[in-house]
T-cell receptor
Framework: NAGVTQTPKFQVLKTGQSMTLQCAQDMNHEYMSWYRQDPGMGLRLIHYSVGAGITDQGEVPNGYNVSRSTTEDFPLRLLSAAPSQTSVYFC?????????????FGQGTRLTVV | KQEVTQIPAALSVPEGENLVLNCSFTDSAIYNLQWFRQDPGKGLTSLLLIQSSQREQTSGRLNASLDKSSGRSTLYIAASQPGDSATYLCAALNQGGSEKLVFGKGTKLTVNP
């Protein structure tokens, strides 16, 4: 059982470049979300989706776009990378937050913007 | 706005000791509280999930408790081992329209042989 899969694991970007972080889950979960983790700041929610075709902003959405065309995939797009977006990014999924189900996390993508 | 706090930020104990990690939250309107483990450079591994109607959950040497009225959860680790060294994170799942996990900043645990 693969769970939540993130690709790539590591990425270095130049300022102004764009890229997409991929996230896929094979558990038929409704809810998917993206977090970033920074030293001293903890994990902060970027965007989330409660189902295919539905997305919403979290705590720190600026500079990021998301879409949810299928239940399985929830890519995160950086439109024009900035050094402030250097971070570790985690994708998570759960069956349904409204009934309080367990959240599962991917292994993370370490992004450096130079 | 939900705020989750974990104290202490770091803890160092000798092998074999029983220990308690603390998590407090400001808004008791939660679906559940989840404890995670994170090893350096790795992702988050779910340890225990306590639903809002429950008081505790156990898995092996781990026991997590939840007291919604006081806004507190604890993670008890029995007979600690060097392999338990990691950062432990708690997260509260809010009710009421913004169903999202709110994380504490974690407790970094070191168990010395």
């Amino acid at each position: 059982n693969a769970g939540v899969t993130q690709t790539p694991k590591f990425q270095v970007l130049k300022t102004g470049q764009s890229m997409t972080l991929q996230c896929a889950q094979d558990m038929n979960h409704e809810y998917m979300s993206w977090y970033r983790q920074d030293p001293g700041m903890g994990l902060r929610l970027i965007h989330y989706s409660v189902g295919a075709g539905i997305t919403d902003q979290g705590e720190v959405p600026n500079g990021y776009n998301v879409s949810r065309s299928t239940t399985e995939d929830f890519p995160l797009r950086l439109l024009s990378a900035a050094p402030s977006q250097t971070s570790v990014y985690f994708c998570a999924s759960s069956y349904s937050p409204r009934v309080g189900t367990e959240a599962f996390f991917g292994q993370g993508t370490r992004l450096t913007v130079v | 706005k939900q705020e989750v706090t974990q104290i202490p930020a770091a803890l160092s104990v000798p092998e074999g000791e029983n220990l308690v990690l603390n998590c407090s939250f400001t808004d008791s309107a939660i679906y559940n509280l989840q404890w995670f483990r994170q090893d350096p450079g790795k992702g988050l591994t779910s340890l225990l999930l306590i639903q809002s109607s429950q008081r505790e959950q156990t898995s092996g040497r781990l026991n997590a408790s939840l007291d919604k009225s006081s806004g507190r959860s604890t993670l008890y680790i029995a007979a600690s081992q060097p392999g338990d060294s990691a950062t432990y994170l708690c997260a509260a799942l809010n009710q009421g329209g913004s169903e999202k996990l709110v994380f504490g900043k974690g407790t970094k645990l070191t168990v010395n042989p």
